[in-house]
């Protein structure tokens, strides 16, 4: 008998990550091909910011698509040009912000490198820095500033002129001089295990940055659209970048990306960038139905309520040592190397959650959660701790 699984090894390519075969969703939760129901803790890797087949979502797309759907970039459309003001007003832009649409983060990120390459060419700059531990993508660009061997290596000659340091104050200190043309930075690290800036961090790439007349380039890819309990996670920090990527969150799980410019740093012109699918009328449609959606019902509010509940929650479970990140991106840190253990045993009961480094369980649900929902993660990710706690115990004995 041939299995999902077999059928995935024959026509997909061989990339890992296939943990079960989800066929439908709804709210918090979703059900795989056998009748097996989860609480999804991951949403979609902090993408399904309204939850599984929201009533918002599902009207946005219906409607739209029964409209217009695409028209290329050759054309602009009402829903391109609302969303683009509502994330020039929510970022605090102003009246000299630009947006780019993409389809991913990743293109997102590609189109903040070539605005850093024009920036060099016009200043005679040369390199662009990134973060040890930052994760930017895996097109060719982004995964040039994403410091990883094992990412990069297969590929290799990357771009040239990236550099990488520390993040550490320190190192910002001694990294940026007046041969940088751009720094980018995750506010967050979350690949790296859900790790934040140190405090004053970005506060400090401002100040050096505009001294040397390089650009500070925020990838919110992950903490953006409220994620943080922020609209965007730099606003906690008081600070105003140069520009800013988007994606995840921003659609709500429908493919969306987008750069956004502040002041008078558009560097673009007429054939410099551009993408076919990017802005088209369904994919803003559906972005500016769902930040109205966040921004209307007050969920903000809910991220950074449900985000102290569940730190709270977690703290005194085994193997749990601590939490970091901010309202609903959390890293769960453990005591021991058992992250993928503690995942694994989280599934079989029925909680989906991530293990992006061996000693941290990453957790990024919908913003929609109640007590209901943390409820049951707490029992279902208490039982799975307890289970990995019992297993090591009794491998020490």
Known sequence: MTTWQDEASRDLLNLGGRLALLVRGEGSHVWDADGTRYLDFLGGIAVNALGHAHPVFVDAIAAQAATLAHVSNYFATPQQLALAARLKRLAGAGEGGHVFFANSGSEANETAIKLARLHAHKTGTRTIVSLNGAFHGRTMGSLSLTPKPAYQDPFRPLLPDVAHIDPTIEALEAGIDDTVAALIVEPIQGEAGVVPLPEGFLKRARELTRAHGALLIVDEVQTGVGRTGEWFAFQREGIVPDAMSLAKGIAAGFPLGALVTFGDNDLFYPGTHNSTFGGNPLATAVGSAVLAEIEDAGLLQ???????????????????????????????????????????????????????????????PAYTIGDAEVDEFTTLFSAALAEVAASDAKDDA
């Open 302 to 364: 809910n991220v950074t309520e449900r985000g102290a509940q569940l730190r709270a929650a977690v703290a005194s479970l085994p193997l749990v040592t601590g939490t970091r990140g901010a309202g609903l991106l959390i890293g769960i840190t453990l005591s021991a190397p058992v992250a993928a253990e503690v995942r694994d045993a989280a599934q079989r009961r029925g909680l989906i959650v991530n293990a992006p480094t061996a000693d941290v369980i990453r957790i990024a």
